[in-house]
T-cell receptor
Framework: DAGVTQSPTHLIKTRGQQVTLRCSPKSGHDTVSWYQQALGQGPQFIFQYYEEEERQRGNFPDRFSGHQFPNYSSELNVNALWLGDSALYLC????????????FGPGTRLTVL | AQSVTQLGSHVSVSEGALVLLRCNYSSSVPPYLFWYVQYPNQGLQLLLKYTTGATLVKGINGFEAEFKKSETSFHLTKPSAHMSDAAEYFCAVSFNTGNQFYFGTGTSLTVIP
């Protein structure tokens, strides 16, 4: 079992650009959550996808959007990047049949210049 | 509002000494509680979790934590620190199956030889 995988590992963008991050959940999991972890901070919840729909959303602007595919993999899109978006973006997968444990991927380090 | 507070952003212990990392939460409903560890440039790894039942939970690598409802606490302990325990530790809480996680700001553990 490969666990949760994310791509790319690192990414450098400039202000105003758009970025897409990808996540493949752990085998058997149907729910994907995305978190933003700024340097020196704990992860902050962005949103969660289940059955290809956004089910919950944290306090993030509409510039942050996502998608979940039929195979449960997910994308996080961020438009109009600004410097404050620089962070480690973590994907977590879980199963609705389980009692809430989330498994995290290694993250994508996004740097906005 | 739900929140998590980790007291002490940095903790240093000698190798072989007791590790105590503090976590308090605020919630109006019963919580699910988690401790995660993060090594440099890696994602989050689950150490242990409390959902229901026994309030003293044991996790991986010799760690354990006790849920104290009256104190709204879920402190993490390990009787004897090892050099490999040096990492960032995050306490997290959620309130219903499948709901988002709220993370603390993290505690950086240093183990002194």
């Amino acid at each position: 079992d490969a666990g949760v995988t994310q791509s790319p590992t690192h990414l450098i963008k400039t202000r105003g650009q758009q970025v897409t991050l990808r996540c493949s959940p752990k085998s058997g999991h149907d729910t994907v959550s995305w978190y933003q972890q700024a340097l020196g901070q704990g992860p902050q919840f962005i949103f969660q996808y289940y059955e290809e729909e956004e089910r919950q959303r944290g306090n993030f602007p509409d510039r942050f959007s996502g998608h979940q595919f039929p195979n449960y993999s997910s994308e996080l899109n961020v438009n109009a990047l600004w410097l404050g978006d620089s962070a480690l973006y973590l994907c977590a997968s879980s199963s609705r049949d389980w009692n809430n444990e989330q498994f995290f991927g290694p993250g994508t380090r996004l740097t906005v210049l | 509002a739900q929140s998590v507070t980790q007291l002490g952003s940095h903790v240093s212990v000698s190798e072989g000494a007791l590790v105590l990392l503090r976590c308090n939460y605020s919630s109006s409903v019963p919580p699910y509680l988690f401790w995660y560890v993060q090594y440099p440039n890696q994602g989050l790894q689950l150490l242990l979790k409390y959902t229901t039942g026994a309030t003293l939970v044991k996790g991986i690598n010799g760690f354990e934590a006790e849920f104290k409802k009256s104190e709204t606490s879920f402190h993490l302990t390990k009787p004897s620190a090892h050099m490999s325990d040096a990492a960032e530790y995050f306490c997290a809480v959620s309130f219903n199956t499948g709901n988002q996680f709220y993370f603390g700001t993290g505690t950086s553990l240093t183990v002194i030889p």
